[in-house]
Nanobody, 115 residues
Framework: QVQLVESGGGEVQPGGSLRLSCAASGIIFSGYALRWYRQAPGKQREWVAT???????RYVVSVKGRFTISRDNGKNTVYLQMNSLKPEDTAVYYC?????????WGRGTQVTVSS
């Protein structure tokens, strides 16, 4: 059974940092492209960042320079380091693993940026 479990969310003040983790089980992790998405209240789910199986990274423009996606294949875990957080980063953050037609989602972790 495939599971993706996010952790590391919470409440932080503007300008603060959080590191999200997503631990995977039931898949050959190293072969998957991994992505973070987020969904703010009343908005559609938005792609945030990707790291390919080869380690190439891409980011949505709004987080470029502030967020860093990374992966540890030995720990079957993908991370999202979020710095200089803004209120508009408030959302539920989801991790996604995709290989060809196989795609899996976690249940999400809440990030709230508020003073």
């Amino acid at each position: 059974q495939v599971q993706l479990v996010e952790s590391g969310g919470g409440e932080v003040q503007p300008g603060g940092s959080l590191r999200l983790s997503c631990a995977a089980s039931g898949i050959i992790f190293s072969g998957y492209a991994l992505r973070w998405y987020r969904q703010a209240p009343g908005k559609q789910r938005e792609w945030v960042a990707t790291i390919t199986s080869g380690g190439t990274t891409r980011y949505v423009v709004s987080v470029k320079g502030r967020f860093t996606i990374s992966r540890d294949n030995g720990k079957n875990t993908v991370y999202l380091q979020m710095n200089s957080l803004k209120p508009e980063d408030t959302a539920v953050y989801y991790c996604n693993a995709q290989l060809s037609t196989q795609e899996y989602w976690g249940r999400g972790t809440q990030v709230t940026v508020s003073s």
